[in-house]
């Protein structure tokens, strides 16, 4: 708690808080205005009611200032414990620091055995690691170890400045590199320099916004077939600095037969629209042989494809070695009727797929069941602008939700509002509530909103709205207010996480559309009994739930 030092005297900016929040004349229940420490800007958390009774005041106004200017005197604030609930922070006292005495030794910390050093250092990042390897030769042994240094990636001071690139390439640390992020550098990048990593035994790589043009295709390909992953993105106008598509072609035609590649993924951005087909403009792989694509996706587990042309026999190449994937995301792949028929017919009889991304395919001619049998099985499914009925979609929810043997979990359904929401509202309720997680564009109708929470209060699979790193807000909905406060409260505390936003723009531009008596409802519910873990709210970092067993 930051409290001025001004405060206390009569006549200091609490009284005169104080005295403002008393002005306003309707009720204010829920309320916190506060100062961003990082965007400077003061914000408004409150229920619907306070919030549009409180921001139309000049209350609120007189607040930003007080709030902005008693920030800026920072030599003034003193720190206070806010730890004891049963106070206020007028009460209490400010908290001591003292310099220890004596520094604890680390001879104590050395005799520790090693699986639980390492399950300590699992919780630091790459960054950390480096700092632990200086503290003992204890440490320097454990914290060697290479699956703690997932994801660590070149220093940024190493994509600024070559000297920096070839100074930190003789440490020891060099050769802890895990994963690189070959793109934007703010030099050009030659063969000496892309040698550096060749032999460094690469988990993963992502080539982006990039000029390769002074590196070699070979070394390229050489550097990318050491690697288990790869990531290539490419624009088209290679003035925008990432890699051309012939120069992306390139790499990938060099990639080795004997490659430890296990997971592909090649993009391809472009916002140019052809006037003949009204569809972006998409990178052709016709110039690679079918064989070598072949060979190439064969040891793949892992395989994403977006926006490309492929030929018919490059398409065969891809079908022939779905049953070895495990993911599949084919986005943006022109497909006439026949293909894809064949893609759904052989996601549905032999693959093995645990995630499934389509977009851009047209499944208004194809049978239900078909459909259910290439999806029912995949555990997180992503559905973006793809063309299918409302009866369909209908169907398709019907089976899922008979069906005993379904292992589908996660479902994002995007860029289909018109037809998902003319479905029946209680097979909708139904079919959601049986999943762990549903992600959709657009707003519920209010009749689909309140089965869907009526539903859920009685018992879900669901653990969260939205997807596990994309959570829908709550309060967002517009029809929101139209659920009973006691159903929702059991609703949303049968959830394991839940984001509400508050209105969650700057200031107080947001919009949150929960009632009084609807918060009111789910904290009282959150204090008796709650499957919740999380609450998350934009912007701001999750806080745990302790809830009453």
């Not at 600024?160 to 992020?181: C, D, E, G, P, T």
């Not at 869907?452 to 807000?473: E, R």
């Not at 517009?478 to 406060?485: F, H, K, Q």
């Amino acid at each position: 708690m930051l409290e001025n030092s001004e405060g206390h005297e009569e006549g200091g900016w609490q009284a005169k808080v104080k005295d403002l929040v008393e002005q306003i004349q309707e009720p204010t229940r829920f309320l916190c205005v506060y100062l961003d420490p990082k965007t400077k800007q003061v914000k408004l958390v409150a229920d619907s009611e306070s919030q549009k009774n409180f921001s139309e005041s000049e209350a609120f106004s007189e607040l930003k200032e007080i709030l902005t200017r008693t920030n800026k005197k920072k030599t003034n604030l003193q720190v206070y414990n806010h730890l004891h609930d049963s106070l206020s922070c007028h009460q209490i006292k400010p908290v001591q620091f003292h310099q220890p005495d004596q520094v604890v030794s680390h001879d104590g910390y050395d005799k520790l055995p090693v699986e639980i050093l390492r399950i300590i250092f699992g919780f630091l990042k790459p960054t950390d690691l480096r700092n632990i390897l200086l503290v003992s030769q204890t440490w320097k042994s454990v914290a060697e170890e290479p699956v703690l240094w997932t994801g660590f990636d070149l220093p940024d001071v190493c994509r600024r400045h070559v000297q920096a690139l070839m100074m930190f390439s003789n440490l020891s640390l060099f050769s802890k590199l895990q994963h690189l992020a070959l793109s934007e550098f703010f030099f050009k990048l030659k063969d000496e320099h892309v040698e550096l990593f060749c032999d460094l035994g690469l988990s993963s790589i992502e080539i982006s916004n990039i000029d390769l043009s002074e590196v070699s295709d070979q070394l390229l390909g050489r550097l990318v077939s050491g690697c288990k992953e790869c990531v290539i993105k490419v624009l088209q106008d290679k003035h925008w600095g990432r890699p051309g598509v012939n120069k992306a072609i390139s790499i990938i035609s060099e990639i080795q037969d004997n490659s430890n590649l296990k997971s592909l993924e090649l993009i391809h951005y472009d916002n140019l629209i052809m006037m003949a087909t009204g569809e972006k403009r998409k990178m052709s792989l016709t110039y690679i042989p079918s064989d070598f694509l072949t060979r190439l996706f064969k040891k793949l587990d892992s395989l994403a494809l977006e926006n490309l042309h492929l030929s018919s026999e490059q398409l065969g190449s891809v079908f022939d070695q779905i049953v070895n994937l495990s993911r599949l995301s084919f986005r943006g792949i022109n497909l006439d009727a026949t293909q894809t028929r064949q893609l759904i017919d052989i996601l549905g009889s032999t693959c093995q797929l645990k995630s499934l991304s389509l977009s851009k395919v047209d499944l208004a001619e194809i049978p239900v069941m078909a459909i259910t049998k290439a999806i029912i099985k995949v555990e997180t499914v992503d559905l973006e602008d793809v063309m299918i009925e409302t009866d369909q979609i209908e169907e398709l929810f019907l089976e899922f939700i008979s069906s005993g043997d379904s292992k589908m979990k996660h479902l994002s359904i995007i860029l289909m509002t018109d037809n998902l929401f003319e479905v029946d509202a209680v097979v909708f309720a139904n079919a959601v509530n049986k999943l762990e997680s549903v992600n959709f564009d657009g707003d519920l109708p209010e009749t689909m909103i309140k089965e869907v929470f009526q539903v859920m209060s009685l018992g879900t699979n669901l653990k969260t709205l939205g997807t596990p790193s994309n959570q829908i807000a709550i309060d967002t909905f517009s029809n929101i207010a139209e659920v009973d406060p006691e159903v929702l409260a059991m609703a949303l505390n049968n959830l394991q996480s839940v984001r509400f936003d508050f209105g969650g723009g700057d200031e107080a531009d947001g919009c949150c559309c929960l009632s009084v008596a609807q918060m009111q409802a789910f904290f009282k519910q959150l204090s008796l009994k709650t499957k919740l873990k999380t609450i998350l709210r934009k912007e701001h970092d999750d806080f745990a739930v302790q809830s009453n067993k």
